[in-house]
């Protein structure tokens, strides 16, 4: 069947592709030993534009944007994500959903009448082209030391002398030197390992509390344990390229998210997202890492 997306629909494991339909995705689509992998629907990020609109007010999308900025990065982010996560790891197409609004959706990247483009055509235009170069040549997926004892380092000019260290439960950043405690030392080092939900992808344990993982919860990031589908995939990340040989950590579950740290604290950011964390300013560098020796070897 096409689009696995809904309604109690499986996939019977028939034809030549795995077609998955995802709102807003990208998601996890990966292909099997004798079928492709197919992003068939993803995107409905929706902006209302007043005058242009088949029902005024009313039209349906699946992720409304406050303003033409925030659909730009979200749309971008959307398109970035598919580029360096889901194309290493196998994905041979994505079809967004949609060019012009319908007549009681609002997710076109034009208007129903076709008289306004909701955005930026240059940017857009540079993604898409940034992913179709990718494709005819994809890189194989970033790895990390699995096995092995790193801390995470910040890149943020001003700030690259703090690191990921978790304290009662939660995940921050602080300041580590040769001259911090070794409780501090301790809690900034965590043991790389293939991914709990997907072994292309990594997971990070506590070096201090084993069997316990870096994962996200409701956006914020925590040091907890746990079992079944759930916990496996927030607690497995995806690396892909940083600048100056460093990397950004995206969500194996929610592949356009990418961890960041903000005030102090680690989130799961979303580039054009609505939340004080998936602020634009400093966004790459906040979210760009170094996977450096561990202070807690």
């Known amino acids: 069947m096409s689009g696995v997306n809904c309604c109690g629909s499986v996939d019977g494991g028939n034809g030549d592709v795995v077609d998955h339909h995802v709102y807003v995705g990208p998601g996890t689509t990966v292909p099997d030993a004798g079928r492709a992998a197919v992003l068939g629907e993803y995107g409905g990020l929706g902006l209302k534009v007043p005058g242009h609109e088949w029902y005024p007010g009313g039209g349906f999308s699946y992720e409304d944007q406050p303003d033409a900025a925030h659909l730009d990065n979200r749309f971008v982010g959307l ?3 598919i580029r360096e996560v889901r194309l290493p790891r196998g994905l041979s197409g994505a079809v967004y959903t949609e060019i012009t609004d319908v007549e009681n959706e609002a997710n076109g990247l034009l208007t129903y009448d076709r008289q306004v ?6 940017r857009v235009r540079a993604a ?3 992913l179709i170069d990718a494709s005819r040549s994809p890189a194989a997926p970033v790895t990390l030391p699995a096995g092995q004892y790193r801390s995470l380092g910040v890149t943020t000019p001003g700030l690259t002398n703090r690191y990921v260290r978790h304290r009662d439960g939660a995940v921050f950043t602080e300041v580590v030197d040769g ?5 501090l030392k301790n809690d900034a080092t965590w043991r790389v390992v293939p991914g709990l939900a997907d072994g292309s992808c990594y997971s990070f344990e506590s070096r201090n ?3 316990e993982y870096l994962r996200h919860r409701e956006y914020r990031v925590y040091k907890e344990s746990g079992s079944g589908d759930l916990f496996r995939a927030d607690a497995t990340f995806c690396p892909v390229r940083g600048a100056n040989g460093a990397v950004r950590l995206s969500a194996h579950n929610f592949p356009e998210q990418y961890l960041r740290h903000y005030d102090a604290q680690l989130w799961l950011a979303t580039p054009g997202g609505t939340h004080a964390w998936d602020s634009p300013a ?3 560098e906040d979210t760009t890492w170094t996977v450096a020796a561990p202070w807690a070897p």
Not at 117 to 122: F, L
Not at 179 to 183: H, I, N, T
């Open 128 to 130: 898409n082209r940034a």
């Open 79 to 81: 398109l970035d994500a």
């Open 209 to 211: 509390y084993p069997g």
């Open 117 to 122: 483009v909701k955005v930026d055509e240059a």
């Open 282 to 284: 400093l966004f790459a």
């Open 179 to 183: 001259g911090s405690s070794a409780l």
